[in-house]
């Protein structure tokens, strides 16, 4: 049996493997990916990011758990609150923990020992820490791979973890077809929030450590912030997009109809407020599903990809066709200031043929 | 006269002008960016970063205060020491404010209006907020395009601030011989100065606003961090490089003569420790210099840059060969998962010729 096939037939090591393969970016993973394509575009792909110190590990498990759970008994009283009708109980979850701010020395892992002991042992939940990768189109289109991979083997809800606020976040949130971003009482700077942008990426806020002092503070720190933000139709508009293509629908003025994105709080630690978190999850597919919204993503979420994979396969065809030894010689020209970045680009775009 | 001939004669506007049309990536702007080129290479490239909360920005303004001082006299006690012999007073500073985190709302324009109020007027200052662009590339090929206007307009000093923590951060550190990075009490866990790797790119330490609660906290954290962190020789090893061409000297075993970080404290809005952070930055480039890692941080640099704009002519060269309408029906057929989307790519390529 090869691995796509052992994915298909629910066999956890071909899963676990064949995400190795797609993750080195090795022929066999190329493969097995496209064998699986076929069999994607079920899942419910939803991303959690927020700043160190918000939680989002620990409510990310408690979501898992919850997903998890029959539809009575639970871990605390909040949890023992039966699940919205929306949500079909349990449903399979996989998490993919991405932490784009270390290059070095790939925090993900750690997390996933924390983890790996909460969660261990249950058959529909799986769990993946990627490591990151040299660039940030890497990462993004590992994750990318990664989750299509959990999708074809029948993971209902992929939690896609993502650490930090900056553009990485905003890469890999168009993976996403629901976005959540964690706030939490006393990270500094209330003002913040309005500077980091990651607001009008997000579909549903949380303020989690909700039983901790000045958590009125945050949440009207982010009531405020979430009405300044650009109104909503025109979010995607300035996602940070690779423009491969111009005059492609991440740019045009298809407006999406609007949803205000609620504020939550939940204390991660105890459970409280998971259920209305999960609530407003299965809401916002809900009205993706009923405004077309779903589909509209999906295609930004494709075209993205794509235009990803073409910029590496750019990139990888145009050095194989270099003589060898083309590149340091324009790098010496540079370094004795005879020939300026763009003359070299030139002389080696010349060379390649 | 040209905008380059503008340029190297010390025309302010000149200057401004020819850094518009560098950042908005006009012919004009390559063609004087070329003329310049040759002009470059004597500016000292110091970047600061650290996360939202830490005053970095107050930092930046009393480095480029204490470098535009005469040997004597200062606006606190501690500025009042003399400057260290190594730093030549005063020198011209530029300062560049990179905000990769928002890109969305363009946050760096506020933080240009504080700066402006308290360095206005001096024409040995020249200060320059990016907003970002689309793509990381994009904000990264556009930094180093900026940084190189003013080192051949003689800025003997050039602060590249950035916000926040994640692969932004690497990437523009990559532009700079020296970089900073900068912390605060009170910021959340300690633990995650670990998990940031942001550590390992630090030349210089510090704790910024040190009369603070905590600090020794945040000093011992460090400490810790810094003593877990990769050894220095290999961190280039590691910096998330684009990988264009195999076996190039960024992925090479060259080692760099050790260099231990100091862990300085600071408090930016009195300008206390400013004299032992400006004498830490020339000791760092004296150090580069002595070992020749100045060079081998050059020859990195502009191999970097190289990449990216190698990356970005690839991408729009593709674009123009490639038939009108192939990219959608491409993308529609993915949305039908007829073809995945290596096959998209591979029906693209094709189609280009």
Redo the contacts between chains.
């Keep these: 049996m090869d691995l796509a096939e052992g994915v298909l037939a629910g066999d956890r090591l071909a899963l676990a493997r064949t995400l190795s393969q797609v993750e080195n970016g090795t022929a066999e993973g190329?493969s097995a990916?496209?064998l699986l394509?076929?069999h994607?575009?079920r899942a419910h792909l939803v991303g959690v990011t927020g700043?160190?110190?918000t939680g989002k590990s620990s409510l990310v498990n408690q979501l898992a758990r919850y997903y998890r759970m029959p539809a009575k008994g639970a871990s605390s009283p909040d949890m023992q609150a039966s699940k919205p009708a929306q949500v079909e109980s349990p449903c399979r979850v996989a998490i993919v923990a991405v932490?784009?701010?270390?290059?070095?020395?790939g925090?993900a892992i750690?997390g996933d020992r924390i983890r790996m002991r909460d969660l261990a042992g249950d058959p529909g939940v799986f769990i993946r820490s990627m490591a990151?990768r040299?660039?940030?189109g890497g990462?993004a289109s590992a994750t990318?791979a990664v989750v299509q991979v959990l999708d074809a083997a029948g993971y209902e809800l992929i939690l896609i973890e993502t650490?930090?606020?900056?553009?990485?976040?905003?890469?890999i949130a168009r993976l996403a077809h629901t976005t959540i971003v964690v706030e939490a009482p006393?990270?500094?700077?209330d003002i913040?929030a309005?500077?980091?942008?990651?607001l009008?990426i997000a579909d549903v806020l949380v303020v989690n450590k909700a039983d901790l002092p000045g958590v009125e503070n945050t949440e009207r720190a982010l009531r405020s912030s979430l009405n300044l933000?650009?109104p909503l139709p025109h979010r995607f508009m300035?996602?940070?997009?690779?423009?491969?293509?111009?005059g492609?629908s991440a740019t045009s003025d298809v407006a999406e109809p609007l949803w205000v994105p609620p504020i939550l709080r939940t204390v991660a630690l105890d459970g409280t407020g998971i259920p209305k978190l999960v609530e407003a999850i299965a809401d916002h597919r809900a009205h993706l599903e009923a405004t077309g919204g779903w589909?509209q993503r999906?295609?930004w979420r494709?075209?993205s990809?794509?235009d990803l994979?073409?910029?590496n396969?750019?990139?990888e065809?145009?050095?194989s066709r270099?003589p060898a030894g083309a590149?340091?010689q324009?790098?010496e020209e540079?370094?004795g200031?005879?020939?300026?970045?763009?003359?070299?680009?030139e002389k080696?775009?010349d060379s390649a043929g």
């Design positions: 190329k990916l496209s394509f076929p994607t575009g700043a160190s110190g932490d784009p701010t270390s290059p070095f020395t925090g750690l990151t040299g660039s940030l990462i990318a650490v930090g606020a900056g553009q990485s976040e905003v890469n006393g990270l500094g700077d913040q309005i500077k980091a942008g990651i009008e933000a650009h300035h996602h940070g997009k690779l423009d491969l293509i111009p492609q589909e999906e295609r494709l075209q990809e794509l994979l073409l910029q396969t750019l990139v065809d145009f050095r270099l590149y340091e324009v790098v540079m370094m200031r005879r020939i300026s970045p763009f003359q070299a680009v080696l775009v």
